[in-house]
């Protein structure tokens, strides 16, 4: 922690510069990003309003770093994944009963397109297997007033 530092070494230390935990544009602005930059498409449009689903997320990102919003966004992104290995699974073990052929490339592609959709329940399910790392308000309120006694831009 950085009050735990000795004065001598914050001497030495040309900039100290804390980074806040960022605010309900910047988290939405992040998911946005993070979630259109995997093979999966983002689609919330069966559910009516995607962006208001959106903002109902960021809402309950808030108090989470930068980091943790990118965590999140993967496993959101990994649950579609998972799905269509499962999906692969259940097609190869249908392959090896007599009689049945092995999945073309065609068939593979179909499934990819169809199938690597990040939906509203993937959101909420990465939701609830993520958590903070960023700590608590009284850590942020500690950390805020330490940058405005020793810290330097």
Same mark, same amino acid.
């Given at each position: 922690?950085?009050?735990?530092?000795? =004065?001598?070494?914050?001497?030495?230390?040309?900039?100290?510069?804390?980074?806040?935990?960022?605010?309900?544009?910047?988290?939405?602005?992040?998911?946005?990003?993070?979630?259109?930059?995997?093979?999966?498409?983002?689609?919330? @449009?069966?559910? +009516?309003?995607?962006?208001?689903?959106?903002?109902?997320?960021?809402?309950?990102?808030?108090? =989470?770093?930068?980091?943790?919003?990118?965590?999140?966004?993967?496993?959101?992104?990994?649950?579609?994944?998972?799905?269509?290995? &499962?999906?692969?699974?259940?097609?190869?073990?249908?392959?090896? @009963?007599?009689?049945?052929?092995?999945?073309?490339?065609?068939?593979?592609? +179909?499934?990819?397109?169809?199938?690597?959709?990040?939906?509203?329940?993937?959101?909420? +399910?990465?939701? &609830?297997?993520?958590?903070?790392?960023? +700590?608590?308000?009284?850590?942020?309120?500690?950390?805020?007033?330490?940058?405005?006694?020793?810290?330097?831009?």
């Amino acid at each position: 922690m950085p009050w735990d530092l000795d =004065q001598a070494l914050l001497r030495r230390l040309e900039k100290r510069v804390f980074v806040p935990l960022p605010n309900a544009n910047a988290r939405l602005s992040m998911l946005k990003s993070y979630l259109s930059s995997n093979e999966c498409t983002l689609n919330l @449009r069966d559910t +009516g309003n995607s962006e208001s689903i959106l903002l109902d997320i960021v809402n309950q990102l808030e108090g =989470q770093s930068g980091a943790d919003i990118k965590s999140f966004s993967k496993e959101a992104a990994m649950r579609p994944v998972r799905r269509l290995l &499962a999906k692969l699974e259940d097609m190869e073990s249908d392959c090896n @009963r007599p009689n049945k052929t092995a999945i073309s490339g065609d068939i593979l592609k +179909g499934l990819m397109k169809r199938m690597l959709v990040i939906n509203e329940d993937d959101l909420k +399910g990465s939701l &609830a297997c993520t958590s903070s790392t960023a +700590g608590n308000s009284d850590l942020h309120a500690r950390y805020s007033k330490w940058t405005s006694d020793f810290g330097s831009a």
